[in-house]
């Protein structure tokens, strides 16, 4: 297996991988979205709410605001054995008291855990005008994508297979309509050297505009078996990083599982 790293940030990860198949790469996708767990609000107690929204909308609001996760300190709450609420093994409370006229955000958000707060501090909750007051008290837990979608770490988790694009030179009148109709600027169309050139290979979305708009039939656009081009953007709960790397491991888990199932 081959990786290669092509594109990093704090949310954002591209890279290539060679030597596995489909099923694999697949996966890694699928687990990657929906059993990697994060932390997310699970109840609210709406204390006080003046606010021109319903409960239950701020409530739906809440669950879906991004919160940074340690997941090694924290248990799922459906594998606690926890009798009483606001078990610290598997919940984390966060408060919310403010006074308008005032925008209220995510960043007023008060939790007991500090490693349990809002990566975006600038998500809007609610509007609150002269006189009116919200008091709540949110409890999060720990979750799986598979329960609800505020528990996926990930908004986008893809991939595709590495393009090959084939550029027969014999046939090839170079008319460079390949390199104008391209959406993505793949080609290159050099008149001096009356040439088309591939400059962006990684960027094809395979498409085959090109294909299409080629004349004389000279290119041939197909993704390569066994390479593929992977990207991962996370909403702030955990790294890309750290989600590839539990997406491995839980696969490893579930591999293990079955190879000690049939012994």
């Known amino acids: 297996m081959e990786i290669d790293i092509k594109k990093k940030d704090e949310n954002f990860l591209l890279f290539t991988i060679e030597g596995v198949d489909d099923a694999f790469i697949n996966a890694i996708r699928r687990i990657s979205t929906v059993e990697v767990p994060t932390m997310a609000i699970e109840t609210v107690e709406i204390l006080k709410n003046d606010a021109k929204i319903f409960d239950e909308a701020l409530a739906h609001r809440l669950g879906l605001v991004p919160l940074t996760t340690d997941v090694d300190s924290m248990v799922l709450a459906s594998e606690c054995d926890c009798e009483e609420d606001n078990c610290p093994r598997c919940s984390v409370s966060l408060l919310l008291k403010e006074k308008g006229p005032k925008t209220v955000y995510s960043g007023d958000l008060k939790s007991q855990d500090p490693e349990v707060v809002p990566y975006n501090d600038t998500i809007p909750l609610l509007k609150l005008k002269e006189g009116e007051e919200v008091e709540l008290i949110a409890i999060a837990q720990l979750g799986l994508g598979l329960e609800h979608a505020k528990w996926e770490p990930t908004t986008a988790c893809v991939y595709k297979y590495y393009p090959k694009i084939t550029i027969d030179t014999e046939t090839c009148e170079a008319c460079g309509l390949c390199a104008s109709e391209c959406p993505r600027g793949v080609y290159e169309f050099d008149e ?65 599982e079955v190879i000690e199932f049939c012994k």
Do not use: H, W
């Open 192 to 256: 001096k050297k009356n040439l088309v050139k591939v400059i962006d290979l990684e960027n094809c979305s395979m498409c085959k505009t090109c294909v299409r708009g080629c004349t004389s039939d000279s290119i041939t656009v197909e993704g390569q078996e066994g390479k593929y081009i992977f990207r991962i953007e996370t909403d702030g709960s955990l790294s890309p990083e750290e989600v590839l790397k539990r997406a491995c491991d839980i696969l490893s888990d579930k591999s293990n």
